[in-house]
C-alpha cells in the first residue's frame, strides 16, 4: 500500500488559515486522497477527499499537486474547534477489505 | 438522525475476563468496520462486514477476537480472555456507497477498555 508521510504536530493561531501538508510520492493513479480528523475523545470524522482535482467543500479545502505526489488540507479559519488529529489517508481504487490506513496523522494545536 | 453509537462507552475488566462490544451503524448502512486504536497512534483496521457477511479479518484479529453481525444490522465484538495488551479504544465505522475508493466512514464514539 502507498504510505502517507505528515508532521507530527502544527501550531496555528486561532481565526488564521492553517495548511496541513502531506506528502505521498508512491501514490498510484487510481489512489484517492482522503482526509479525516479526530477530535479529543472522539471516533475520526470524514473531512475531505479528492483524487486530482483541488477540492472544497463546508470544512476545508484540498490543494492536490500536479504531479500528485503531495497535498495539502486547508482550513481557512481555524478555530478552537479544529484542534485535533488530521489523518491523510491513500484509499485504492479496489480495496478488499475497504479499511482505511491510518498513519500517525498531524496533531494540530490552536492557539487563541 | 443518529450517528454510529457503541456500547459500553467504557469497560474496565481483569485479566482473562471475557467482554462484548456493541455497535449500531447508522441505520441502512450495509457496511461495518471495526478498528483499535492505542494510546497515541492511529486507528487500526480489524474486520470489515458487508450486510452480514464477514469479508475481511485483519492478522490483529487473533483467535481470542470474534465479530459478528447477525441480519446485517448491529454488530458485537467479543474478546475471550482478555490481556492486558488489549487495552484500547475499540471504534465502529459504518458506510454505504458502492464505491471502495471514495465512501464516507461514520465513527461511533468508541468503547475504551481497560484491563487490568
Known amino acids: 500500500d502507498a504510505k502517507t508521510t505528515q508532521p507530527n504536530s502544527m501550531e496555528s493561531n486561532e481565526e488564521e488559515p492553517v495548511h496541513l501538508p502531506c506528502n505521498h510520492s508512491t501514490i498510484s493513479g487510481t489512489d484517492y486522497i482522503h482526509w479525516y480528523r479526530q477530535l479529543p475523545s472522539q471516533g475520526p470524522e470524514y473531512v475531505i477527499h479528492?483524487?486530482?482535482s483541488n477540492v472544497n467543500n463546508r470544512m476545508a479545502s484540498l490543494a492536490i499537486a500536479e504531479d500528485r505526489k503531495s497535498s495539502t488540507l486547508i482550513l481557512h479559519r481555524a478555530t478552537l474547534r479544529d484542534a485535533a488529529v488530521y489523518y491523510c489517508?491513500?484509499?485504492?481504487?479496489?480495496?478488499?477489505?475497504?479499511?482505511?490506513?491510518f498513519g500517525g496523522g498531524t496533531r494540530l494545536m490552536v492557539k487563541p | 438522525d443518529t450517528g454510529v453509537s457503541q456500547d459500553p462507552r467504557h469497560k474496565i475488566t481483569k485479566r482473562g475476563q471475557n467482554v462484548t462490544f456493541r455497535c449500531d451503524p447508522i441505520?441502512?448502512?450495509?457496511?461495518l468496520y471495526w478498528y483499535r486504536q492505542t494510546l497515541g497512534q492511529g486507528p487500526e483496521f480489524l474486520t470489515y462486514f458487508q450486510n452480514e457477511a464477514q469479508l475481511e479479518k485483519s492478522r490483529l484479529l487473533s483467535d481470542r477476537f470474534s465479530a459478528e453481525r447477525p441480519k446485517g444490522s448491529f454488530s458485537t465484538l467479543e474478546i475471550q480472555r482478555t490481556e492486558q495488551g488489549d487495552s484500547a479504544m475499540y471504534l465502529c465505522?459504518?458506510?454505504?456507497?458502492?464505491?471502495?475508493?471514495?465512501?464516507?466512514?461514520?465513527f461511533g464514539p468508541g468503547t475504551r477498555l481497560t484491563v487490568l
Open positions: 479528492g483524487l486530482t
Open positions: 465505522a459504518s458506510s454505504s456507497r458502492a464505491s471502495t475508493s471514495t465512501d464516507t466512514q461514520y
Open positions: 441505520s441502512e448502512h450495509n457496511r
Open positions: 489517508i491513500l484509499r485504492a481504487a479496489y480495496n478488499a477489505g475497504n479499511m482505511l490506513t
